[in-house]
Every structure is written in C-alpha cells, then in structure tokens.
C-alpha cells in the first residue's frame, strides 16, 4: 500500500496566519490527492480532490497544489473555524489510503 | 443534496458480528455514478477505507484487511450494509459511510463526499 505521511503531526498558529500542510506519498500518485477537514466528532469533509481543485462551498483561502509524491495544502488566512484536523487521501493506487492526519490549533 | 446516515448498535460483544446500516436520502442509491463506501477510524487515530459497492451489487474491499467484511445493498430501502464478522477490540472504531463517485475514462474521482456523520462500535464483553 501506498504510505502517506503528513507535516507536521501539530501545527499551532493564530487567526489571520497563512499556514501550510504538507503531505508526502511513498511513491508518485500523479495529482490523485484529496485533502479532508475534520472537527472533533463531525465526518471529514472534502476540501480539495484532484491535488488543487477546489470542492463547491469551500472557501477560497484554502487551496492545494503538488504532484507526484509531494503535495500542499495552504490556508491563506485563518479564520476560528479552521482549527481542525486536516488529512489527505491518494487514489492513484489500489486501496486508497489516508495520511495520519495534521491537527492545526490555536496558537 | 444528499444525505447519508449509519445505523446500528454501539456495542458488540468480542467474537460476534458487527452489523451496521447506512441510509441515503435525497438521491437514489441506484444511480450509477456513485459507489457506496465505509470507512472507520478507531479513537484518536486515522481513516482507514473498508471497502465499497456500486448499485449492481459488485463489492470492492481493502486488501489489506483481513476478509471479515462484508458490504451489501438494498436498493428498494436506499440502503447498504456493513457486516464484520469475529470482532476483536481492534475493530472499536467510529464506522462512516459515504458516497464515492464512479471514475470517468479520464478521471479518477475516489474522493468520498457526503459523509454520514458516524456511529461508533465498541467491542467489549
């Protein structure tokens, strides 16, 4: 299986911060990554799909970009309701499988 | 827009099966542009995809589980199922189903949006 694994574990920072989330694959993956939101007790959320396409309803500031093994996720200016946990998923190769995740708190 | 919610009991005894359900309002669960998916994440750690099935009943699993899984489909009720046989405390985890668009000839579309919001099992006698 593909490994994915995600930087930093923690990230803490404040309101209005631009941040980055960065996920490595263990080998290429093309742009197949999706990057999730989570908040505690809620699903995951679809941010991105397709390494840098933006999912409807998301807001501008956050965005991705990368290909082959390594990717980013970048909020441009964080606002209260940002402070979650962030993981990526490939689905370049058979099973699909998720980074460790990233949890982004309040510094 | 589509809604997905799980349903089944939050405790099972170690070595019996684990049963749960996922119903799909606001759309139908035979299109044929979307497979349906579970996923769990065990308390405090990551996702880990189970496996998914498309309309016509084809089941697609993770391989690298163990094949205690079995996914299912009601098409009548808008609803799949997750079974889980001999479960052991590894298996305690928060159970979601999702949707998962089908890939296009150019495009692979694995992403899983909706997300029910979950059910967690725990396994403990």
């Known amino acids: 299986d593909i490994q994915m694994t995600q930087s930093p574990s923690t990230l803490s920072a404040s309101v209005g911060d631009r941040v980055t989330i960065t996920c490595r694959a263990s080998?290429?993956?093309?742009?197949?990554l999706a990057w999730y939101q989570q908040k505690p007790g809620k699903a995951p959320k679809l941010l991105i799909y397709?390494?840098?396409s933006l999912q409807s309803g998301v807001p501008s500031r956050f965005s991705g970009s990368g290909s082959g093994t390594d990717f980013t996720l970048a909020i441009s200016s964080l606002q209260p309701d940002d402070f979650a946990t962030y993981y990526c998923?490939?689905?370049?190769?058979?099973?699909?499988?998720f980074g460790q995740g990233t949890r982004l708190e309040i510094k | 827009q589509v809604q997905l919610q799980e349903s089944g009991p939050g405790l099972v005894k170690p070595s019996q099966t684990l049963s749960l359900t996922c119903t799909v309002s606001?759309?139908?669960?035979?299109?044929?542009?979307?497979?349906w998916s579970w996923i769990r994440q065990p308390p405090g750690k990551g996702l880990e995809w189970i496996g998914y099935?498309?309309?016509?009943?084809?089941?697609y699993y993770n391989p690298s589980l163990k094949s205690r899984f079995t996914i299912s489909i009601d098409t009548s009720k808008n609803q799949f199922s997750l079974k889980l046989s001999s479960v052991t405390a590894a298996d305690t985890a928060v159970y979601f189903c999702?949707?998962?668009?089908?890939?296009?000839?150019?495009?692979?579309?694995?992403?899983?949006?909706?997300w029910g919001q979950g059910t967690l099992v725990t396994v403990s006698s």
């Open positions: 999702a949707r998962r668009p089908v890939d296009t000839r150019l495009e692979f579309q694995n992403w899983f949006d909706p």
């Open positions: 606001g759309g139908s669960i035979s299109s044929g542009d979307y497979y």
């Open positions: 099935i498309y309309y016509s009943g084809s089941t």
């Open positions: 080998q290429s993956i093309s742009s197949w």
């Open positions: 397709k390494a840098s």
């Open positions: 998923q490939q689905y370049n190769n058979y099973p699909t499988t």
